[in-house]
């Protein structure tokens, strides 16, 4: 009988996903269109979701949306967990909504059977039910160095953890710059990957987990595969996109790109996909197919992202796309 209701389930969530996406007007009718940043022709409906300076620098510095499309947030200056509704019918959230503040630092987020879970500093937290419950609180932690993305997969919690050392590549620090595993109920500590610098956000694909290394700018699979990205790019926010909707992203993996902090020339802002089977990287937003600028060009001339920068980047069970972005704005990217 469980069984049953299982396959019900998935069908109703599909049924709901594929009539969600039959409502969708054609792009230049949505109230809500923009056409900047450029986006690959053809890729999808480039939207507004939420565009409020006041909420802050960060105020939605990461990402995650539950089975039934709901959009979560997280601020790691205020410790606030947002939750968005879609006041206006358009289908997009436009209304965030404080269920939790005073978080410490949270810097990752994941939802996963009914509950959201949040890794927040030394810490991480499941919100289910209006109830917040600390399940673990002995993550490692150093002063000026942030503690990265959660996961839930086969029933085990992923998170990156980072601390003072970086690069981690002397002396025995099995759990500086580590990939920790724990049940669900937050024991049976286990370390499944280390040796990394600031391991940041990570996502499953099957069976095999990808991260993005923030202080190396690269992107790192569970068997040490390591792509190296433009250096001072700062590689964020990491999704899978296992969805049709947006044909051309299927099976690809999202990368936010944050943008260098500390250079004469702009490297990063960008959103990234990157193929995990053949490896192939490709520039989504901003995009120059003409080549007439590269990516510091459109991004100093408007077109791109910059002075904001993009943050995290997550997948909706319709195949929808949001991005958020420094200053209180949120993106989607939805069919066309």
């Given amino acids: 009988m469980r069984f049953s209701w299982i396959i019900l389930l998935s069908v109703l969530l599909v049924v709901r996903a594929s009539a969600q996406t039959d409502d969708l007007v054609p792009c230049a009718e949505r109230p809500h269109a923009l056409d900047q940043p450029w986006t690959q022709p053809g890729l999808a409906c480039l939207e507004e979701v939420f565009n409020d300076a006041t909420f802050g620098v960060l105020a939605f510095a990461v990402l995650t949306v539950s089975d039934d499309g ?3 947030a997280a601020d790691p200056t205020t410790g606030n967990l947002y939750k968005f509704s879609d006041t206006d019918g358009d289908l997009l959230p436009d209304m965030p909504e404080i269920l939790v503040g ?23 937290f499941r919100y289910q039910n209006s109830v917040l419950e600390t399940l673990i609180d002995t993550l490692p932690t150093q002063f000026g160095y942030w503690n990265g993305g959660i996961a839930v997969h086969d029933g085990r919690l ?3 953890a980072t601390d003072s050392t970086i690069p981690c590549d002397a002396g025995d620090r099995s759990e500086c710059g580590a990939v920790l595993s724990y049940t669900l109920d937050g024991t049976d500590r286990q370390v499944v990957q280390n040796g990394l610098a600031q391991p940041y956000d990570l996502v499953f ?6 991260l993005t290394d923030t ?8 068997t040490n595969l390591n792509f190296s990205l433009q250096p001072d790019s700062t590689p964020l926010g990491i999704a899978h996109y296992n969805h049709d909707a947006i044909p051309s992203l299927t099976g690809k993996l999202l990368i936010t790109l944050n943008g260098s902090f500390d250079s004469v020339n702009l490297t990063g802002y960008q959103l990234l996909s990157f193929d995990p089977l053949t490896h192939a990287i490709i520039a989504l937003m901003p995009f120059a197919g003409d080549e007439r600028y590269n990516n510091l060009q459109m991004n100093l001339r408007g077109s791109g992202f910059f002075p904001q920068r993009p943050l995290d980047v997550a997948v909706s069970p319709e195949g929808w796309v949001y991005i958020s972005i420094t200053d209180g704005r949120i993106l989607a990217l939805r069919p066309n």
Avoid: C, M
């Avoid at 990752?108 to 959201?116: I, N, Q």
């Fill in 70 to 72: 709901t959009l979560y």
């Fill in 102 to 124: 005073g978080l410490p630092r949270p810097t990752g987020l994941t939802f996963y059977d009914g509950a959201v879970y949040i890794a927040a500093q030394n810490s991480v």
């Fill in 158 to 160: 992923y998170i990156g």
């Fill in 205 to 210: 694909v099957d069976n095999t987990f990808w």
């Fill in 215 to 222: 202080a190396r700018d690269s992107i790192v699979n569970d």
